[in-house]
């Protein structure tokens, strides 16, 4: 038997890996979701000013593809980011894809974001231990880049 949490025990074939997943992503995201509250964003908005920042200006489509992120998702965290001032949508190399860039205002949340977004990423390293941190993104290099769907 393999404990999978405090109330199952679970033959290790039958634990659902989506599920295994998914248990931890809601943890790590409502630490980050957390943290950033108090500026009115989430993890995934964080995430999108964090990959304009970056970037610069780029599309919907680009960030999509860098954050393999659904389309649904992206335009959720957009809008409000969009609406608040924060992105700039400007014409794009193409009629179809507008371009987005961060504004001033953008600037500057992103970088009020970057102190609670270290804090969680110090808090997450510390309680893993030593090297998980590198186990997690490996294992989500290889997810990424070997399973298609």
């Not at 949490?5 to 074939?13: A, D, G, R, V, W």
């Not at 992503?25 to 304009?52: C, E, K, M, P, W």
């Not at 960030?63 to 969009?82: C, H, Y």
Request: hydrophobic share 40%.
């Amino acid at each position: 038997m393999h404990i999978y949490n405090t109330c199952m025990e679970i033959k290790k074939p039958e634990i659902c890996l989506a599920h295994a997943l998914r248990r931890a992503d809601r943890i790590v995201s409502q630490l980050y979701n957390d943290r950033l509250a108090h500026l009115g964003i989430r993890i995934t908005q964080f995430s999108i000013l964090r990959a304009l920042h970056f970037k610069g200006s780029t599309t919907a489509s680009e960030i999509k593809t860098v954050l393999t992120m659904e389309q649904a998702t992206i335009s959720r965290a957009l809008k409000p980011l969009i609406r608040d001032g924060y992105i700039l949508v400007s014409e794009g190399a193409s009629k179809r894809e507008k371009a987005l860039s961060l504004t001033q205002v953008g600037k500057k949340l992103y970088q009020q974001a970057l102190n609670p977004w270290n804090e969680v990423q110090t808090k997450l390293r510390e309680e893993l231990g030593d090297g998980d941190d590198d186990l997690i993104i490996a294992l989500s290099q290889k997810i990424v880049s070997q399973i298609k769907h």
